[in-house]
């Protein structure tokens, strides 16, 4: 991967501000948790959409260069619509897994959709961290509480 920061790492240093919690205003916190589990709801929402649009996507272009390697794309029409050439090279069914494997298109489709499972995964774990963040809040309000001698 690049150094390049992509939507993953925007999402990690989103959170690490959205994670800070104002031990000031307590109360304010406990309002904002809600607000925070929506955003990341509505962030994993996406993301898993998008990982799915990507899953089909590549399905569909993997089925159509398999029959492309395998030769069976002779068509004219065929070769037109996906702006291929006419394969010319070997039609045999290794070399085929082998060229799907290694395919440029499809790896990048692939790398895309990794992207937006992690995203996922990371909201997942945004979203049990808020859960945990609500007990902990109300803990920190019951020990100024105490401590403050009420």
């Keep these: 991967m690049s150094d390049k920061p992509n939507k993953l790492d925007e999402l990690v240093e989103n959170w690490s501000n959205d994670s800070v919690i104002d031990g000031k205003d307590l109360s304010a ?24 649009k990507l899953g089909f996507q590549y399905k569909e272009k993997r ?16 070769l037109k619509k996906y702006n291929v050439p006419a394969w010319s090279g070997p039609f045999v069914r ?31 774990l945004v979203i049990q961290e808020l859960k945990n963040r609500t007990f902990a809040i109300n803990g920190a309000i019951k020990w100024n ?6």
């Design 29 to 52: 916190e406990i309002i904002r948790t809600p607000k925070l589990q929506s955003k990341y709801l509505k962030i994993r929402l996406d993301a898993s959409m998008m990982s799915k």
């Design 63 to 78: 089925h159509w260069k398999a029959q492309y390697f395998n030769g069976d794309f002779n068509n004219p029409d065929d």
């Design 94 to 124: 290794i070399q085929t897994e082998a060229l799907l494997d290694n395919d440029k298109e499809l790896n990048e489709i692939l790398m895309k959709k990794v992207v937006y499972d992690e995203i996922v995964e990371f909201c997942n």
């Design 145 to 150: 509480i105490f401590t403050s001698g009420g």
